[in-house]
Structure formats: structure tokens, C-alpha cells
T-cell receptor, first 113, second 109 residues
């Protein structure tokens, strides 16, 4: 069974640009969560989608948005990039959103120059 | 508000010595507590959760509601325990985890 797949693995952008990250959950999983990981702040919850609906959102500005498609794949978008958005973005999937059943991807490393 | 504190960013322990990774939390309701581990070049993975009260890879953690702590312990450290450890909290029925900033554990041979 394939794990959670995130693409691309690395991204380099400049300030002001926008970026889209992709996450393919484990087959059959309907919930996808996104987390931002930085050395200073650790892991912070961005949002969680279940069956194409956002059920929970963290304390991030509106520049961070996401969506989920009918096949449960999810995308995360960050507009007007800032230097502080440089981070590893992790996606996690589960059957029904229960956190004890989360499986994490390898992440997308975003560098904003 | 939910908050998880891991006071040690770095911890070095000799092989065979006991290990204790500290975790304190702040939450007004009934939390569910977890320990996650990230080995070098591997994905973040669940190590254990307080509800299951099990021992994984020799690690145990007991939830102390009075002290609002969930420290991770192992009596005899092994070299393969070197990793980044994150303590995390979730409110029951909530679909998000609040993580601590993590502790990097290094086992000295």
C-alpha cells in the first residue's frame, strides 16, 4: 500500500510569488491534514479536510488556503510568499480524521528567497 | 487554548543509561496525548499514545493530570533511539494535533 505522497519534494520561490503543494493520501483515506514545520516553531496545524470540506483550521493568515478533491487528493496554496513561509510542509492522511491514525508524508521543503 | 511544552531542545544520553524526555501541556478539557518520533531521513510516525498505555520500543509514558505532564521514559537507551521526539496533544473529537517544539535525543555510544 503506497504511503502519503507529497509533490514536489523541494521548491524555491521568491517573495511575492505564490505556490501550490500537492498531497495524495493513502488509498481509501478521506481525511487530509496539513502542518507547517519550522526549526523555531516546530509543527503547526494549518487545516484539515474531509470529503472535500474543511473541518478545522489553524491560526494562519488567509494567504494560506487549501482544497480537497473528490479523489481525496489535496492541494495547499500560499499566495504572496514571505521569507517566513520557508518551511517543511507536511501532509498527513487518515481514514476518518482521527489523529491517532495519522500517516505523514515526507513533506515539501519550501524555500522563499 | 492548547499548548505543549518540551523544555529540552537537545538531550544527550549514554547508551544503557535511562532516558526521560519531558512534556508538559496546558488544556482545560480532557486531552489525548501522543509521542511522535522522526528518525533521520524518515517520516514522522506515532510512537505511542496515552490511551493505549503500551510500551513501544521499550518506551513508556504516563499521563499525570495533576502535573499536566506526559514524560517519555526508557530505562536503557539504545543507539537506535537517536531521533527527534515530539509530544502532541489533541482534544477528544478534534481533528488537529498541537505539537511541542521537539527534543533531539542523541545516544552516545
Amino acid at each position: 500500500k503506497a504511503g502519503v505522497t507529497q509533490t514536489p519534494r523541494y521548491l524555491i520561490k521568491t517573495r511575492g510569488q505564490q505556490v501550490t503543494l500537492s498531497c495524495s493520501p493513502i488509498s481509501g483515506h478521506r481525511s487530509v491534514s496539513w502542518y507547517q514545520q519550522t526549526p523555531g516553531q516546530g509543527l503547526q496545524f494549518l487545516f484539515e479536510y474531509f470529503s472535500e470540506t474543511q473541518r478545522n483550521k489553524g491560526n494562519f493568515p488567509g494567504r494560506f488556503s487549501g482544497r480537497q478533491f473528490s479523489n481525496s487528493r489535496s492541494e495547499m496554496n500560499v499566495s504572496t510568499l514571505e521569507l517566513g513561509d520557508s518551511a517543511l510542509y507536511l501532509c498527513a492522511s487518515s481514514l476518518d480524521g482521527r489523529v491517532e491514525k495519522l500517516f505523514f508524508g515526507s513533506g515539501t521543503q519550501l524555500s522563499v528567497l | 487554548a492548547q499548548r505543549v511544552t518540551q523544555p529540552e531542545k537537545l538531550l544527550s544520553v549514554f547508551k544503557g543509561a535511562p532516558v526521560e524526555l519531558k512534556c508538559n501541556y496546558s488544556y482545560s478539557g480532557s486531552p489525548e496525548l501522543f509521542w511522535y518520533v522522526q528518525y533521520s531521513r524518515q517520516r514522522l510516525q506515532l510512537l505511542l499514545r496515552h490511551i493505549s498505555r503500551e510500551s513501544i520500543k521499550g518506551f513508556t509514558a504516563d499521563l499525570n493530570k495533576g502535573e499536566t505532564s506526559f514524560h517519555l521514559k526508557k530505562p536503557f537507551a539504545q543507539e537506535e533511539d537517536s531521533a527527534m521526539y515530539y509530544c502532541a496533544l489533541s482534544a477528544f473529537g478534534n481533528e488537529k494535533l498541537t505539537f511541542g517544539t521537539g527534543t533531539r535525543l542523541t545516544i552516545i555510544p
